[in-house]
């Protein structure tokens, strides 16, 4: 590969389905729909690169507000690695979203690389898996019932900024989507997506431990006798006791790192994280 005649572009959504399955190629598990939610997040901040008209590698690199960016769906196909792709991809990434506190989830073993770039070590992230079933609890209402601009305060609160448009495409593209309010406001909500393999919940956000446990519950109840996949951050020990109740198995764990530190957000009622690719 001449790295002279690489040219590295803006992805159209098309483009985007096509990254998506080689993220599945690597054991990702994308949802059957990301590419809507992901391409509305910040349609400016995926890239591909090629070379003499053959696609080599993507990246993308969101830019949520002036204050937050994150990076992710890196990458490179199998036969062009190790030859200088990566590096400029990033480099392209991160002008995008210069500026900006910047996380994104690395394989442990490439924690050292990221950090050449700035990254540092925030806590892991830890995907759990089980089948999905059961009986739901009682409680829960269907988060489309609540108010839009309700959902955008509570899931500030949680999520490092404000992403209303990525918000509006996830819960619309959802297999389902649950909510509990207590005093008349949100306390905690969750989505279920369709996935290549089964169904992934996230984001679980929730006030204290039984609202999540419950917003668990009623989900994966939906997606009976199918697997079930919930990314947990360990920086919120509750996360990880529910996965432990309720028989989740861990499978991997990945590393989220930022630029500027771990971002404002109650990591404490973080249960499950939005999704690897976009945070």
Not at 5 to 18: D, F, N, T
Not at 123 to 146: F, N, Q
Not at 148 to 157: G, K, L, N
Not at 213 to 241: C, H, K, M, W, Y
Request: negative net charge.
């Amino acid at each position: 590969m001449n790295l002279d005649e690489l040219v590295i572009r803006p992805m159209s959504k098309a483009e985007l389905g096509v990254a998506l399955d080689w993220a599945a190629a690597e054991g990702w598990n994308p949802g059957l729909q990301d590419a809507e939610s992901f391409h509305a997040a910040d349609p400016e901040g995926f890239f591909l690169a090629e070379c003499a008209g053959e696609a080599l590698g993507c990246i993308c690199a969101i830019a949520y507000d002036e204050t937050f960016g994150y990076v992710g769906l890196f990458i490179i196909r199998p036969p062009y690695r190790k030859q200088g792709l990566g590096h400029r991809l990033l480099n392209v990434a991160l002008r995008h979203v210069q500026g900006r506190n910047v996380g994104l989830d690395a394989a442990n073993a490439m924690q050292e690389v990221y950090g050449r770039y700035g990254f540092e070590f925030a806590y892991h992230t830890i995907r759990h898996h089980c089948a999905g079933g059961g009986k739901a609890p009682a409680g829960l209402i269907d988060l489309t019932s609540v108010p839009f601009d309700e959902i955008q305060r509570y899931d500030a609160t949680v999520f490092p900024t404000a992403r209303a448009t990525f918000l509006s495409r996830w819960i619309a593209q959802s297999s389902a989507s649950l909510a509990v309010i207590r005093e008349q406001e949100l306390a905690g909500y969750g989505v279920l997506r369709a996935c290549r393999e089964g169904y992934k919940i996230g984001p679980l956000f929730a006030d204290d431990p039984e609202i999540a446990d419950a917003l668990f519950q009623g989900l994966s109840a939906r997606a009976a006798g199918a697997p079930v996949f919930l990314d947990t951050p360990d920086a919120n020990p509750d996360a990880i006791e529910l996965a432990k109740r309720r028989g989740l198995t861990p499978i991997f764990d990945a590393a989220r790192m930022f630029t500027r530190g771990a971002p404002p957000g109650r990591i404490d009622h973080c249960y499950g994280v939005t999704t690897l690719e976009l945070g």
